[in-house]
């Protein structure tokens, strides 16, 4: 009856795997076979003794057991093997899906080994062209290298060009100033068709001096009384500072529109020179302001052109002594001159508390012209 457990046990378990249901079979085969061979055995038995009681018995339970493993069979084959189909159908599905997905990785396998061979194609031409652009940028580096020591070259060279030409141009410049403290050279310049070009040229080397030196701080970070670029600055300028101590040059320098626009210059220059470093070129800037303001045309003109106050008000505390007293008479004259209206405008562009700090420092001509200012100021108060 052991059979019978074994049946049972595989109706009862749905969950059974394929190698189970072969194992099953296998099992069924061997009974089989015993059967059968018990049959044999029984029928040998049989013929050669017939009168054995039991063999009718012995076949009747044979033909049961028979009958129980047909029903576990069919059992077997109604409830097992639609299962083990469906596995197999399943399995053939999941395969199919496999395949599939196979079929699907080699084409993008295949699509991929077709992209990465191009990349390679298209890497090995980048390398090329990456080498190609290492050795121009070996050359483009020699050749900065090369240019780098003949521009070198070039600046040495325009260095001394430049140094030999400021050092001429302050020659000239200073010979020139000497020159015109003779009244008889300055007729000649005057009468001299070139002048004008002269006073061109001083504006733009005033200009070029200031754009050169006024720094962020609006000081100027001028070079030295002695130096080249210093002599050069102060030769021109007192060239037009002794022009204009006569009445001729004043007359040129206000009627023409090359002088009005040194004289411009000069106005703006001196709102920005530093004291006391500066000191050399603000002496000869207020003598050549001085010698127009007491023209009326001059005084006219600097009203026009307006700043004046501010420019000479805005340095006038540390300046040297001479510079002081150029910077006083220039603002005494401008307040005791100009119309009433001007002056009130005026007034708040001119120092009084330092004009006051000069009369309780200074004493003499210094301490006059600053109280002579004050008065003329508290007039129009």
Same mark, same amino acid.
């Given at each position: 009856?052991?059979?019978?457990?074994?049946?049972?046990?595989?109706?009862?378990?749905?969950?059974?795997?394929?190698?189970?249901?072969?194992?099953?079979?296998?099992?069924?085969?061997?009974?089989?076979?015993?059967?059968?061979?018990?049959?044999?055995?029984?029928?040998?038995?049989?013929?050669?003794?017939?009168?054995?009681?039991?063999?009718?018995?012995?076949?009747?339970?044979?033909?049961?057991?028979?009958?129980?493993?047909?029903?576990?069979?069919?059992?077997?084959?109604?409830?097992?093997?639609?299962?083990?189909?469906?596995?197999?159908?399943?399995?053939?599905?999941?395969?199919?899906?496999?395949?599939?997905?196979?079929?699907?990785?080699?084409?993008?396998?295949?699509?991929?080994?077709?992209?990465?061979?191009?990349?390679?194609?298209?890497?090995?031409?980048?390398?090329?062209?990456?080498?190609?652009?290492?050795?121009?940028?070996?050359?483009?580096?020699?050749?900065?290298?090369?240019?780098?020591?003949?521009?070198?070259?070039?600046?040495?060279?325009?260095?001394?060009?430049?140094?030999?030409?400021?050092?001429?141009?302050?020659?000239?410049?200073?010979?020139?100033?000497?020159?015109?403290?003779?009244?008889?050279?300055?007729?000649?310049?005057?009468?001299?068709?070139?002048?004008?070009?002269?006073?061109?040229?001083?504006?733009?080397?005033?200009?070029?001096?200031?754009?050169?030196?006024?720094?962020?701080?609006?000081?100027?970070?001028?070079?030295?009384? =002695? @130096? /080249?670029? $210093?002599?050069?600055?102060?030769?021109? &300028?007192?060239?037009?500072?002794?022009?204009?101590? #006569? *009445?001729? +040059?004043?007359?040129?320098?206000? =009627? @023409? /529109?090359? $002088?009005?626009?040194?004289?411009?210059? &000069?106005?703006?220059?001196?709102?920005?020179?530093? #004291? *006391?470093? +500066?000191?050399?070129?603000?002496?000869?800037?207020?003598?050549?302001?001085?010698?127009?303001?007491?023209?009326?045309?001059?005084?006219?003109?600097?009203?026009?052109?307006? +700043?004046?106050?501010?420019?000479?008000?805005?340095?006038?505390?540390?300046?040297?002594?001479?510079?002081?007293?150029?910077?006083?008479?220039?603002?005494?004259?401008?307040?005791?001159?100009?119309?009433?209206?001007?002056?009130?405008?005026?007034?708040?562009?001119?120092?009084?508390?330092?004009?006051?700090?000069?009369?309780?420092?200074?004493?003499?001509?210094?301490?006059?012209?600053?109280?002579?200012?004050?008065?003329?100021?508290?007039?129009?108060?």
């Amino acid at each position: 009856m052991s059979m019978g457990a074994k049946i049972e046990c595989q109706h009862s378990s749905e969950g059974m795997i394929m190698d189970d249901d072969v194992i099953l079979f296998n099992d069924i085969s061997k009974t089989l076979s015993t059967i059968t061979s018990n049959l044999s055995l029984i029928s040998k038995c049989a013929a050669e003794n017939p009168q054995l009681e039991d063999l009718e018995k012995e076949i009747k339970q044979l033909d049961n057991e028979t009958q129980a493993i047909k029903n576990g069979v069919l059992e077997i084959i109604e409830v097992c093997l639609p299962k083990v189909d469906s596995g197999i159908h399943h399995i053939q599905s999941e395969l199919k899906s496999t395949e599939i997905s196979m079929t699907q990785a080699i084409r993008t396998s295949k699509k991929y080994s077709a992209e990465t061979q191009a990349l390679r194609e298209e890497a090995k031409v980048l390398k090329s062209q990456f080498s190609s652009q290492e050795n121009l940028i070996s050359s483009l580096k020699k050749d900065i290298i090369r240019k780098n020591e003949q521009l070198k070259i070039l600046q040495d060279q325009l260095a001394q060009e430049r140094n030999m030409c400021t050092s001429i141009g302050s020659t000239l410049a200073c010979m020139l100033w000497r020159a015109c403290r003779e009244s008889e050279v300055v007729t000649s310049m005057l009468s001299w068709y070139k002048f004008p070009e002269f006073l061109k040229i001083a504006t733009g080397t005033l200009e070029s001096f200031n754009n050169t030196y006024i720094i962020d701080s609006n000081e100027m970070a001028i070079p030295i009384a =002695g @130096s /080249e670029e $210093g002599h050069f600055v102060a030769g021109m &300028i007192g060239t037009v500072t002794n022009m204009s101590a #006569s *009445p001729s +040059g004043r007359e040129i320098l206000l =009627g @023409s /529109e090359s $002088g009005q626009q040194l004289l411009a210059c &000069i106005v703006e220059t001196l709102a920005f020179i530093p #004291s *006391p470093r +500066g000191d050399y070129l603000r002496r000869l800037l207020l003598m050549t302001v001085y010698n127009i303001i007491i023209e009326e045309a001059g005084l006219e003109f600097l009203l026009k052109l307006g +700043g004046l106050p501010l420019a000479l008000g805005k340095k006038i505390m540390g300046q040297e002594e001479e510079c002081l007293t150029l910077s006083l008479h220039i603002l005494a004259l401008y307040s005791s001159s100009v119309p009433l209206q001007t002056l009130k405008q005026a007034f708040k562009q001119i120092p009084v508390e330092d004009l006051k700090k000069i009369t309780i420092a200074e004493q003499g001509q210094n301490c006059m012209l600053a109280k002579e200012i004050l008065q003329n100021l508290q007039n129009v108060a």
